[in-house]
């Protein structure tokens, strides 16, 4: 059974930095590129970053390229974003994501909160 499970969410202030962290299970992970989204009050779903199966290839939203950085570790299972130089506006829950068998499985999630 797929399962994700995302920790490291926190207040953090304006300025500071967050890793979080998704826990995966259930699949051969190292076969499959992962997706990090985040979703805010009133917005809609977007993605944060991404990474292929090897980890050779990243991609970033706009609004985080340069701040945000994925990395995984196919031995421990588990995928990275470290977050730089947080704005209020990352603030968000921040999800966990892999296609696998042409469904998408989701995280819990985990709240980021970036304030004063």
């Known amino acids: 059974q797929v399962q994700l499970v995302e920790s490291g969410g926190g207040l953090v202030q304006p300025g500071g930095s967050l890793r979080l962290s998704c826990a995966a299970s259930?699949?051969?992970?190292?076969?499959?590129?992962m997706t990090w989204y985040r979703q805010a009050p009133g917005k809609e779903r977007e993605l944060v970053a991404d990474?292929?199966?090897?980890?050779?290839?990243?991609n970033y939203a706009d609004s985080v390229k340069g701040r945000f950085t994925i990395s995984r570790d196919n031995v421990k299972n588990m995928v990275y974003p470290q977050m730089n130089s947080l704005s209020p506006e990352d603030t968000a829950v921040y999800y966990c994501?892999?296609?696998?068998?042409?469904?998408?499985?989701w995280g819990q999630g985990t709240q980021v909160t970036v304030s004063s």
């Open positions: 994501n892999v296609q696998y068998g042409l469904i998408d499985y």
């Open positions: 259930g699949f051969t992970f190292n076969r499959y590129a």
């Open positions: 990474i292929t199966s090897a980890g050779g290839r990243t």
